[in-house]
């Protein structure tokens, strides 16, 4: 019965108002305008017909005195003559709506009360409960009138319930006074509707569009009460401050995110302090307040606060909305861009000096320089301007994987001469001992091939550069399992510390500020290497010891494995590149699935 | 050993037999791709889910077969025709099934509203208040409540539960996409056959018909917590509570690759 409530209410949009919950508009991230109260019972009368008719089905064993066969025809003639007849006029009535339509309705929903009088014999109070329940439902549906001529029609109906239930003293008392309560039911139902119905679909909206801007809202919302205790708590809030709503929810907000201000904790014992903070401005808007608190991981989390009170009919706040934001991340790129901007002209200025020093002393022209000194000046001036351009070529390629403007084409690539070629490269470049372990039966990779040879030559320009000592470095290519490939990278340099691994893929990060000048470099290397990585469906990791050195394992997809598509659709689409059943099973169940790579 | 079946108790055996063959076979097809799959995406909660309700309905419906053909369980009429017509959706799902693990796209699209679809609904609610009288006349009234088709009792409810979240998640994306996903429907079709199928075997078991020894009992009380457990999947996954394999990798591999230091199995040191 679930399932036929639920398909038909799909049958137009009003319907799926209907069944919109606040958890649909939380998912679909739609928010339609709120159905009026007639719209909603339009969309509600045939689920509700057809629920209805399965419970009196069901429940016609319970009618006392009743035969068997009589409550077998009752059930039969509700299954297969009043359920097609009134689902069949619900969708002619639901394309061409109009109030003779619904007369029709109306004579068709009695039908059913006929039938339970006739078939079950029942006292004529079953009837009369329900007839009163469809005398409200077409006043609200069609006005008074429509009441009104439901009301009569059941005059009909408690008749016959009359007569087939003996109760003959009942009769004439009913048959007097039995309209006139009704006429008087509908006259109040349709003030009521008509007064209220425009209030209650205001108030709707309004609670919707709230509900709707609290869980949409990318900062943490919070609205405390007078004294303090979290009564809401949205979604960004949960992730803001590691806490689950049911865990917020009532507490007091001292407790649950125990704010400071410099090193002051803030004291909401006597009133909002976010609000005290505020009124310390002079401007007519509310400003942001600059606090933090101790994440529960134990580092500082910076945040932009600000509160707004809720008056009462007393001029008094009966609530305070609080919206935070959490700027830590703000913070760090904004330290990173400031080490960045540092870093970079250091990075920029020591090649620079040496090519303008030796070009004013080429260009001089009392210089006395020998032949051989002018050429170590040229190849100088050479080697630091192929420095510089490779500065700029990496800053270029970070500010286009910002953009989202590379263009990476996959291919089947045999990664045997690219990892070879590389090494030999460093080997001869750079003095240092490189070893490849790499099988012959390591199969080709689906990637791109210029993207493969960057990441891999950055991984050993970083292992070459962060290892100054001069000890091994190693690059291993290994197959993973029936999918994947790894490439490991391996050096024994001074390596990293667990926060620093965690922080090494950011972009312009770099392990100590002191490095910039130790092993000079502008912070984007590794960030370029996730970047091309994750861009070829792969992933990177890494472990570090200090003092030990640090192993990088890059893992990409094996190009047999790969289906290719063909027609050039996201494979995801119709779900012929993605292998897994139970994804695809979830996505015809209507679960959005993300892309698969 | 069919010699004496009618032909209504053969069929109801067949028919679960082959039922329960396939539902044990998916779930097995279930558990090698949830392998298959672990590294890359992690547990999945629908994964293992659907992993138990294909072992606790399959051994339901192998038990209710081999009683058929072994033990010379008699069959019921109402058993034949809740069967009969939970096949339609459920060879419709099964088919898309299988042409997907043969890579094909495993589904259909419906544009918009056909009146046939929209008939559906009225079709289930009189096979439902059809069904129900049938079983008025079937029931004997002298029959007393047996405790044991508690369990069956409960998947009817949970079953149906389930069948109307699946419609729910079809009903939300219909206005999006503009119609609707056979297999979703066609699944939803079965699990509401499904309850219903239990609701009349509940019946034909409390009547004395169908016996109900301790390895049927077993099996129906084990199923209800699966029901229980994929009833919470399907709706955490239509409200988006909960993320699973519907997360790309991506975003799993941007989590492990900031947190590869404590993930062991990634990483290995040489």
């Known amino acids: 019965m679930l399932s036929a409530v639920a398909l038909s209410g799909a049958q137009g949009p009003e319907r799926v108002n209907v069944l919109t919950t606040h958890g649909d508009v939380e998912n679909s991230g739609r928010i339609s305008a709120a159905p009026t109260v007639q719209q909603r019972l339009r969309a509600a009368a045939l689920p509700s017909r057809l629920v209805l008719a399965v419970l009196l089905v069901a429940a016609s064993p319970l009618a006392y005195g009743v035969t068997t066969e009589e409550q077998v025809r009752f059930g039969l003639i509700v299954a297969f003559g009043w359920i097609p007849v009134a689902s069949l006029w619900a969708a002619v009535a639901g394309r061409h709506p109009s109030i003779y339509a619904d007369a029709v309705s109306l004579a068709i929903d009695l039908s059913l009360l006929v039938i339970v009088q006739l078939s079950l014999a029942q006292s004529p109070a079953v009837v009369i409960v329900a007839h009163l329940l469809i005398v409200a439902f077409y006043t609200y549906l069609d006005g008074r009138w429509m009441g009104v001529i439901a009301g009569l029609a059941g005059v009909v109906v408690i008749a016959a319930a009359v007569r087939t239930a003996n109760t003959r003293s009942l009769a004439g008392f009913v048959l007097v006074t039995y309209p006139v309560m009704v006429a008087c039911l509908a006259w109040l139902l349709d003030a009521a509707a008509t007064e209220g119905s425009s209030a209650t679909s205001r108030v709707l909206r309004l609670h919707e569009k709230s509900d709707a801007i609290l869980t949409g809202a990318a900062e943490a919302l919070m609205v405390t009460t007078n004294r303090g205790r979290i009564s809401e708590w949205n979604r960004a809030a949960e992730e803001t401050f590691a806490c689950p709503r049911s865990k917020a929810i009532g507490r007091s907000c001292s407790d649950v995110i125990g704010l400071h201000v410099d090193v002051r904790a803030l004291d909401c014992s006597s009133g909002c302090a976010v609000l005290e903070l505020q009124s310390g401005h002079t401007s007519g808007a509310p400003e942001d307040v600059e606090l933090w608190?101790?994440?529960?991981?134990?580092?500082?989390?910076?945040?932009?606060?600000?509160?707004?009170?809720?008056?009462?009919?007393?001029?008094?706040?009966?609530?305070?909305?609080?919206?935070?934001?959490?700027?830590?991340?703000?913070?760090?790129?904004?330290?990173?861009?400031?080490?960045?901007?540092?870093?970079?002209?250091?990075?920029?200025?020591?090649?620079?000096?040496?090519?303008?020093?030796?070009?004013?002393?080429?260009?001089?022209?009392?210089?006395?320089?020998?032949?051989?000194?002018?050429?170590?000046?040229?190849?100088?001036?050479?080697?630091?301007?192929?420095?510089?351009?490779?500065?700029?070529?990496?800053?270029?390629?970070?500010?286009?994987?910002?953009?989202?403007?590379?263009?990476?084409?996959?291919?089947?690539?045999?990664?045997?001469?690219?990892?070879?070629?590389?090494?030999?490269?460093?080997?001869?470049?750079?003095?240092?001992?490189?070893?490849?372990?790499?099988?012959?039966?390591?199969?080709?990779?689906?990637?791109?091939?210029?993207?493969?040879?960057?990441?891999?030559?950055?991984?050993?320009?970083?292992?070459?550069?962060?290892?100054?000592?001069?000890?091994?470095?190693?690059?291993?290519?290994?197959?993973?399992?029936?999918?994947?490939?790894?490439?490991?990278?391996?050096?024994?340099?001074?390596?990293?510390?667990?926060?620093?691994?965690?922080?090494?893929?950011?972009?312009?990060?770099?392990?100590?500020?002191?490095?910039?000048?130790?092993?000079?470099?502008?912070?984007?290397?590794?960030?370029?290497?996730?970047?091309?990585?994750?861009?070829?469906?792969?992933?990177?990791?890494?472990?570090?010891?200090?003092?030990?050195?640090?192993?990088?394992?890059?893992?990409?997809?094996?190009?047999?494995?790969?289906?290719?598509?063909?027609?050039?659709e996201p494979a995801d689409e119709h779900g012929r590149g993605d292998r897994s059943i139970i994804r695809e099973y979830m996505r015809q169940l209507g679960v959005r699935l993300d892309s698969p790579g | 050993m069919f010699i004496g079946m009618t032909s209504v108790s053969f069929l109801v055996a067949l028919f679960n037999t082959a039922l329960g063959v396939v539902y044990c076979c998916y779930g097995l097809i279930t558990i090698l791709d949830m392998k298959r799959g672990w590294r890359t995406h992690g547990f999945s909660h629908f994964g293992a889910a659907w992993i138990a309700m294909a072992f606790t309905c399959g051994p339901h419906h192998l038990d209710h077969g081999l009683h058929g053909f072994v033990s010379g369980r008699d069959g019921g009429l109402l058993d034949l025709v809740t069967i009969l017509i939970g096949f339609v959706p459920g060879v419709i799902w099964f088919l898309l099934r299988v042409e997907a693990l043969w890579g094909g796209r495993g589904d259909r699209f419906i544009s918009g509203t056909p009146a046939w679809l929209e008939a559906l609904p009225t079709f289930f609610a009189s096979y439902t208040a059809g069904l129900i009288a049938w079983s008025i006349w079937t029931v004997d009234p002298s029959d007393v409540f047996t405790p044991r088709i508690i369990p069956n009792l409960c998947l009817v409810g949970l079953y149906a539960a389930i069948g109307s979240v699946l419609l729910r998640t079809q009903v939300r994306n219909h206005p999006m996409i503009g119609g609707w996903s056979v297999s979703g429907i066609s699944l939803a079709a079965v699990m509401y056959t499904c309850a219903l199928m239990h609701g009349v075997f509940a019946l034909y078991a409390n009547s004395g018909r169908y016996y109900l020894d301790w390895h049927s009992a077993v099996i129906d009380v084990v199923a209800v917590p699966a029901a229980c457990y994929f009833l919470w999947v399907t709706y955490s996954l239509y409200r988006g509570s909960i993320r699973d394999w519907n997360a790309s990798p991506s975003s799993t591999v941007a989590r492990t690759t900031s947190e590869a230091r404590t993930d062991a199995d990634l990483t290995r040191v040489t």
């Not at chain 1, 305070?320 to 790129?333: C, E, G, P, Q, Y």
């Not at chain 1, 200025?349 to 009392?366: C, E, H, N, W, Y």
């Not at chain 1, 791109?448 to 100054?468: G, Q, W």
């Open chain 1, 293 to 568: 608190r101790t994440s529960p991981t134990g580092q500082r989390q910076p945040l932009l606060a600000t509160a707004l009170s809720v008056v009462g009919d007393d001029g008094e706040a009966v609530e305070i909305i609080h919206s935070f934001r959490d700027v830590t991340k703000l913070k760090h790129a904004d330290e990173a861009k400031t080490l960045f901007l540092a870093t970079a002209s250091h990075e920029l200025k020591t090649p620079l000096t040496v090519i303008r020093g030796f070009s004013q002393m080429l260009l001089a022209p009392d210089t006395k320089m020998s032949p051989d000194e002018r050429q170590i000046a040229l190849h100088a001036i050479d080697a630091r301007a192929t420095q510089l351009t490779t500065i700029v070529d990496r800053l270029l390629l970070s500010s286009r994987i910002e953009a989202g403007q590379i263009d990476l084409v996959p291919e089947d690539v045999n990664i045997r001469p690219i990892v070879g070629d590389l090494a030999t490269g460093v080997r001869a470049a750079m003095a240092r001992d490189i070893t490849v372990e790499l099988d012959d039966d390591v199969p080709a990779l689906w990637v791109d091939p210029a993207a493969f040879a960057t990441v891999v030559d950055h991984l050993l320009d970083n292992a070459v550069k962060y290892s100054p000592g001069g000890g091994d470095i190693t690059v291993v290519v290994d197959v993973v399992d029936d999918d994947e490939v790894e490439v490991l990278v391996t050096d024994h340099g001074v390596g990293m510390t667990e926060e620093q691994t965690r922080l090494c893929f950011e972009r312009f990060w770099q392990a100590e500020l002191s490095d910039i000048r130790r092993f000079g470099g502008t912070g984007i290397g590794l960030y370029i290497v996730r970047s091309l990585v994750e861009a070829m469906r792969g992933r990177i990791s890494v472990e570090s010891a200090p003092g030990v050195g640090s192993t990088f394992r890059v893992v990409l997809p094996r190009a047999d494995r790969v289906v290719a598509d063909l027609t050039g």
